[in-house]
């Protein structure tokens, strides 16, 4: 089951292929409806593993999010995702509004780093930081502007990258604060 469950979710082969897959590797011969049903019980042995780890997040003193369209099938839907650096929370809602982004958020007090989506506007302006990588990309777009717009833009997108080599040195130092 484990291994049907980590071919269809994490290698997202299909139904079919696992089937194959299955015969050729170990001789192992399924129905196209066991393997589907044998991926029924893991979302339930998962559920409080998931839990664990949203809660876990939640509790982080910073933490990002965002959120991309996901399908399934003909449905369009939403993959919401708030991670640190050592776990990762996803979360699909039907919607891309304020009321997924609090589910996804919860009790978390923390630091929050996004986009500018208005989704994550309840959270407190002094607790949240927008993505620097977004900000980068809006300042490029200025660089292609004439005058002073495109100057200035210009100057930012280079302080800017100024700052990401000076934070990729500092990590790189092995410098820890705590010593």
Known sequence: IAW????SGHYRMSTR??????A??????FSIGAISEAQEPMAEWLKPLHQHIGDTVRSAPV????????????????????CTTDLTYFMVHASRGMKAARELLGDFAGILISDRHGGYNDHPVDQRQICWAHILRNLERLTGRKGD??????????????????????RKSGYRSDR
């Open 63 to 82: 933490a990002h999010a965002d959120e991309t369209t996901h399908f399934r099938g003909s449905s369009r839907l939403w993959l919401w995702v708030l």
């Open 149 to 170: 717009p495109g100057d200035t833009g210009r100057w930012l997108v280079k302080a800017v990258r100024i700052i990401f080599q000076l934070e990729h040195r500092w």
């Open 17 to 22: 292929n696992i089937q194959n897959l299955m």
């Open 24 to 29: 050729m590797q170990w001789g192992l011969r």
């Open 4 to 7: 049907i469950a980590l071919m």
